[in-house]
């Protein structure tokens, strides 16, 4: 079955400091991989997702990830966040079907 | 498009009582799914429809938990009878039959007493 980890449940920046959020997956082919943001009583909100070809890909709000298949790793990254980037992210994947598969989340704190 | 729509977005009842959540997709989308989030066991998948067909319930914890999607633009999840470690927040999402991007909706949460 597959999975996914993020190994950081709470995670604290400075705001302007570069972030990273880890994310590994277990599946044996290429799954297709995502990055959901989720604020305090709100439903989530897709950043980016990866399904073929270029392994960094871009998303909303400044953010990127990076698909490295050595590592089964699809991390999270920002060369500067923001006050407002404060929220729960998850990183999910599915199997190609339909069934995603969401890892526990990081909390992300950002200092002012 | 208003996204995905759920009601309520707030729900407490008692124990013993019949809950029922609702969801409108996003129309066109062929694919909803139902999720539970909580503390201690995170975001769940708890069923999903394919063209208003329960594809896999597995995640459905017991029969108290039932779900149906009768047409294309509706989407219900129902306890029955809710006790108090159903309390979450349940999400709808949908996706199109062209991409696996599942939207989600603002969350209805369920405090059973």
């Known amino acids: 079955a597959q999975s996914v980890t993020q190994p950081d449940i709470h995670i604290t920046v400075s705001e302007g400091a570069s972030l990273e959020l880890r994310c590994n997956y277990s599946?044996?082919?290429?799954?297709?991989l995502f990055w959901y943001v989720q604020s305090p009583g709100q439903g989530l909100q897709l950043l980016l997702k990866y399904f073929s070809g270029d392994t960094l890909v871009q998303g909303i709000k400044g953010f990127e990830a990076e698909f490295k298949r050595s590592q089964s790793s699809f991390n999270l990254r920002k060369p500067s966040v923001h006050w407002s980037d404060a929220a729960e992210y998850f990183c999910?994947?599915?199997?190609?079907?339909?069934?995603?598969?969401f890892g526990t989340g990081t909390q992300l704190k950002v200092e002012l | 498009d208003a996204g995905v729509i759920q009601s309520p977005r707030h729900e407490v009842t008692e124990m013993g009582q019949e809950v029922t959540l609702r969801c409108k997709p996003i129309?066109?989308?062929?694919?909803l799914f139902w999720y539970r989030q909580t503390m201690m066991r995170g975001l769940e998948l708890l069923i999903y429809?394919?063209?208003?067909?329960?594809?896999?319930d597995s995640g459905m914890p017991e029969d108290r938990f039932s779900a149906k999607m009768p047409n294309a633009s509706f989407s219900t999840l129902k306890i029955q009878p809710s006790e108090p470690r159903d309390s979450a927040v349940y999400f709808c999402a949908s996706s199109s039959r062209t991409s696996n991007e599942q939207f989600f909706g603002p969350g209805t949460r369920l405090t059973v007493l």
């Open positions: 129309s066109g989308h062929n694919s």
């Open positions: 429809f394919n063209n208003n067909v329960p594809i896999d």
């Open positions: 999910a994947s599915t199997g190609g079907g339909n069934k995603l598969t």
């Open positions: 599946y044996g082919a290429t799954p297709y």
